[in-house]
């Protein structure tokens, strides 16, 4: 069973950054891509950044210029480098891998309040 080790979040002022990891318990490189999804209360879940084997990457229009999805030097860890962050950016994160099957982080939580 694979599984996603997400740390990372927590609570910032408007304008502040923090950044997200999320480290399998396989080679990233085993998976077709991999993501970051938020989940604010009342909402369904979205999707925030997509980064493949390739490096090719997108990011939803919400956070574009602001969060970019990358992979650390030692390519062991996703990350999620999100800075200028606003309220409603308030939401659980979750990692997901993907290969033939979908795999899911237990969540993290960033919180963005004056």
């Known amino acids: 069973q694979v599984q996603l080790v997400e740390s990372g979040g927590g609570s910032v002022l408007p304008g502040g950054s923090l950044r997200l990891s999320c480290t399998p318990s396989?080679?990233?490189?085993?998976?077709?891509?991999m993501r970051w999804y938020r989940q604010a209360p009342g909402n369904q879940r979205e999707l925030v950044a997509i980064?493949?084997?390739?490096?090719?990457?997108n990011h939803a229009e919400a956070v574009k210029g602001r969060f970019a999805i990358s992979r650390d030097r030692a390519n062991r860890t996703l990350l999620l480098q999100m800075n200028d962050l606003k309220p409603e950016d308030t939401a659980v994160y979750y990692c997901?891998?993907?290969?033939?099957?979908?795999?899911w982080g237990q969540g993290t939580q960033v919180t963005v309040t004056s």
């Open positions: 980064l493949n084997t390739s490096g090719w990457s």
């Open positions: 997901n891998a993907n290969d033939v099957r979908s795999y």
């Open positions: 396989r080679s990233i490189f085993s998976f077709a891509n």
